[in-house]
């Protein structure tokens, strides 16, 4: 029992999780696996104004996102009060804790540690780590209203859940130093500590609001997908001692050590990010592809009913490689939902207006009319046909043909786009474009 690693992931549920915070449960989670041991969630929520429901709830919501499944049941800091304050009250009578009224304003007495001694500590990530007595001061445990302080709930928890490794920010490198003659004094063997360095934007400057976003429900709002969001993060101040970045949850764990974390600020990198992103969606299998754009769709009110499996099939692979993020997806896609409500002027002069792009327009459409079965290979082999048969270049077909269906001068691969659209969905376009423009033009 005493080998088996636990490792546990401490938030404060505030509401969103801090990509720092998430680095940390991701290498928590990685190294459990690594060592077959148990990956615990501890909800420390003992700051009742913040730690509401519905922040617990969305904690509890992105972890499973994420794919970050704990091992037991979650601990709830705010329901063992009575545990800490009962080592409270050990640490009283072994004289290792004073009562006093110190800060505490009349309102009754703080229980308050005892740290007039060296305290030294082996991080597997900075080395050793000594300081002085000189440079530590007593500290409160328990306020004078009962309720323990960050200091003793964190420690009387992580010694109530058998934990043996603590891996966390290393913003906590300085309460680790009141952490340690913690554990002692209640008669425990201190955990072994990791602190992970600090995320940093490219300047060397902890990563804020300012460079972006920084909460995981930033990233999932903006289509990022969970398996990237893990990738990008565990490589934040770890790395397999290869080259290797793109790695599957498997391969990370396989590889995951704490001795490969290192010390220096890891810097996040947004592009970086978006290229993990770009990558996972061109690798998904179809089927999973298929039910993220789905919902993408649903939640941009375009109703998908009647596209059969053969329009997601030829949509699937011209649309991947042009997608960062699962919200470059609608943007690329409406015009098979809607017809544009307007017309790129500019567009309209240059491929309507300058050139011969009404009739080559009132051309396709009879081409088009007179195509049987309409697939991908039929409607694309007939606009390629009638280019060549007037002698034109292929982009003095297309891009008429692009400003009718779409309103301007892009799209998707033609032979797709008229697949998708429909051949009857095309001919109401090249007429409406054509009276609209006629209209509108010289
Ligand atoms: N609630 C603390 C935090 O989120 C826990 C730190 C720890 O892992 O011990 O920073």
Known sequence: MADVVRVRFAPSPTGDIH?????????????ARHEGGKFLLRIEDTDKERNTPQAIASLLDYMAWMGLDFDEPPVYQSKSLAMHQEAAERLLKSGHAYRSTKGAEGKGEAVVFRLNFDVSYTDIVKGPLTKSAADLKDFVILRSDGTPTFHLANVVDDIAMGITHVIRGDDHVENTFKHVPLFRALGAEPPKY???????????????????????????????????????????????????????????????????????????????????????????????????????????????????????????????????????????????????????????????????????????????????????????????????????????????????????????????TLFLMGKDEVLARIRRCLQRAGAAGT
């Not at 290797?244 to 990010?273: C, G, N, Q, W």
């Open 19 to 31: 990509i720092g915070n998430l680095r940390a449960a991701i290498h928590n989670f990685l190294f």
């Open 194 to 416: 990791a602190h992970l360095p600090q995320i940093v934007n490219d300047k060397g400057k902890p990563l804020s609001k300012r460079d972006g976003d920084v909460n995981v429900g930033e990233f999932r709002a903006k289509g990022y997908l969970p398996d990237a969001l893990f990738n990008a993060l565990a490589l934040c101040g770890w790395s397999p001692g290869d080259d290797r970045e793109m790695m599957t949850r498997e391969e990370m764990i396989a590889a995951f050590s704490l001795e490969r974390v290192r010390p220096s600020p890891a810097r996040f990198d947004y592009r970086k990010l978006e290229w993990f992103n770009s990558q996972y969606i061109a690798r998904m299998p179809a089927g999973k592809l298929r039910e993220l754009l789905e919902g993408e769709l649903a939640a941009a009110g375009l109703d998908t009913s009647g596209r059969d499996a053969r329009w997601w099939d030829a949509l699937l692979d011209p649309v991947r490689p042009r997608l960062k993020t699962l919200k470059d997806f609608v943007p690329l896609v409406r015009t098979f939902f809607e017809p544009p409500e307007t017309y790129d002027p500019k567009d309209v002069r240059k491929h309507l207006d300058e050139g011969n792009g009404r009739r080559v327009l009132e051309g396709l459409a009879a081409v088009f009319g007179a195509v049987a079965d309409w697939t991908a290979q039929s409607a694309g082999t007939a606009l390629q046909k009638y280019a060549e048969e007037k002698g034109l270049k292929f982009g003095d077909a297309a891009q008429p043909l692009r400003v009718a269906l779409n309103g301007r001068a892009v799209s998707l691969p033609m032979d797709v």
